[in-house]
């Protein structure tokens, strides 16, 4: 296992959207477990594929404290969504941002696990509030997104003034 670098914003292959997985084999079981120990080193609940850039569908996610519930979401894709929320949403691309976000209460999602057997489940709370974020990421949509245009520009200028110190300081 490895742990990977994760991609922060302004990086450009953030938006990139990520391609079907057309077979679960073992090197993308040896992804998932790579992606699992990245997660849980940078203290996060859920890593999209596309956040250490490789793009291929898939999404890993543990919302438990003891980092024992591991999920592992092979080309995940929303069926159906009700209702609406607003939940406080941070990413490990965004790193120590927090905004307030609005999604779907409820949603329906299918995918294929670890094994290629094909999962569809109704979820609520936190866990259907991670899939959409991940799900995004999948997409090249950042939470940020959801920002409204002040907001979003303002994060971002912050980003690249930092990445520019950093160039600075490595010259």
């Given amino acids: 296992m490895a742990i990977l670098e994760v991609l922060h914003i302004p990086d450009n292959r953030l938006r990139k959207v990520a391609q079907a997985i057309s077979n679960v084999d073992d090197s993308i079981r ?37 980092q024992s519930d591991p999920k592992v979401l092979i080309n995940p894709e929303i069926l159906d969504s009700s209702g609406t929320e607003e939940m406080q ?42 899939i959409q974020h991940e799900i995004d990421h999948l997409d090249g949509r950042l939470f940020i997104d959801y920002l409204s245009p002040l907001k979003r520009n303002r994060i971002l200028k912050k980003f690249e003034k930092q990445e520019k110190l950093q160039a600075a300081r490595v010259s």
């Fill in 30 to 66: 040896e992804l998932a477990k790579d992606m699992l120990e990245t997660m849980y080193a940078e203290n996060g609940i859920g890593l999209a594929a596309t956040q250490v850039n490789v793009q291929k569908r898939m999404v890993v996610i543990d919302l438990s404290t003891e």
């Fill in 89 to 130: 949403e941070g990413c490990l691309s965004v790193p120590d941002i927090f905004e307030t976000v609005e999604r779907p209460e409820t949603i329906t999602v299918r995918y294929q696990n670890l094994e290629g057997e094909i999962i569809e489940e109704s979820v609520d709370g936190l866990y259907a509030v991670c």
